[in-house]
């Protein structure tokens, strides 16, 4: 059977962690004794079993659509820092009716939508493959490797590349949510700073640690100290930033393939000590992972 498109979203999704529901937003009532209702077709307000409102998924096809009208009916919002305006609206979580008196918190499915998780595969197409954007766009989740003529090996390349760059934007939202004070998943934050910030030290679910010796502040025309010296972001003891060191170092195992790293020289010292397979992490209960994502990992169990 043909590997498809939606083979590597699949696998590239289950490589970026992105299989935890996440807050999109938060609404209030606008009335007292308003109540909300959510099914995988509408967004319902109802007070006394009297309709409010009523927003369709179809009418209202992404989540900007749905704020908007909640906005434009004066109900109270508040966004939540992991809220991508362009997610479809029938990726929300289905919510039986409840009480709107304190902020009610309202979910999606999973962090990325496909769509979103497309988008970067398409610009794979286009930055490695040649494509033009035009023919990128073309590219679905049905679209098999045999139709493209897409050797075997290139699905794995391509699954830790889309992972890669997802975990990339990831971090944007995480680090955006720990400072609105908006810490979503367990993984999220530092862990262990030292005071003065001369070393740290994270240890990721007992899998490894890692201890590092950044700068306390990296500012224009100054050295860069420590293997996060490149990391503007300043999360580099998060759990999305070694994630995605980790990626590109099986990236460049795997393929040889330095395309991902920062033309960057990094002066410092650090430590990894691996305790555990990483692999293991990966497909421990009651998480399960795909046949591809299995290859990409099993290729480098010790």
Sequence with gaps: MSQTIEDVVKSARELSFDRFVTPTFYVSEKEAGESITITTTALTITKAAVTQLTITFSEYPTLEDVINKLITEQYPISYSASYISTEPSNSLLPLSATVLSTPVSVYRRVFFSNSEV??????????????????????????????????NAQPHHMALWIAYWLVDRRRVYEMAAETMGQSTYMFSGMSGVGEGGVSINTSLADVFSITD??????????????????????????????????????????????????????????????????????????????????????????
Excluded at 123 to 128: D, G, S
Excluded at 261 to 288: C, E, H, I, M, S
């Design 118 to 151: 497309l988008e970067v595969l398409r610009r794979y197409f286009v930055m490695l493959l040649g494509y033009s954007y035009e023919d990128a766009y073309d590219i679905e989740l049905t679209t098999t490797f045999e139709a493209l003529g897409i050797s």
């Design 213 to 302: 010796e950044p700068m306390e502040r990296y500012n224009e025309g100054e050295l860069a100290h420590g293997v996060g010296a490149d990391n503007v972001l300043g999360d580099a003891a998060s759990f999305w930033y070694r994630l995605q060191l980790w990626l590109r170092s099986q990236f460049e195992r795997l393929f040889g393939d330095f395309a991902l790293r920062a033309d960057t020289v990094v002066v410092g010292q650090f430590d990894l000590q691996k305790d555990q397979n990483f692999y293991a992490f990966y497909d421990q209960y009651p998480y399960t992972i795909s046949p591809l994502s299995r290859e990409i990992l099993s290729s480098f169990s010790p």
